[in-house]
């Protein structure tokens, strides 16, 4: 079992920043990748950003990139996500997702999410 921690969400004015954290915990896991998701009131969960363990490889959000960034740190089983330039419609919960070796297959775990409210 792998526990997802995340922290960091609140309340920030457009045009301002916010950073997310979240932390994964366990026994004996193997991380493949960590990702961010959001889910906003009425709308199906999106994918924000992803980063693999390996390699630090990135993807983004069309609606997110050049504004947002994630980042790793693979000691700490940490995935942050740096939220720059933000805008009213990246009012959502976040949700933090690692996506983890059980074997030879892949497994989803996702942490309780946070609330981010861009509002003036």
Known sequence: QVQLVESGGGLVQPGGSLRLSCAASGSKFSIYSMAWYRQAPGKQRELVAVITTTGGNTNYAAS??????????NA??????????????????YYCNARVWVGVKLE?????????????
């Open 64 to 73: 997110v990139k050049g504004r947002f960034t994630i980042s790793r740190a």
């Open 108 to 120: 989803d775990y996702w942490g309780q999410g946070t609330q981010v409210t861009v509002s003036s």
């Open 76 to 93: 700490k089983n940490t995935v942050y996500l740096q939220m720059n330039s933000s805008k009213p419609e990246d009012t959502a919960v």
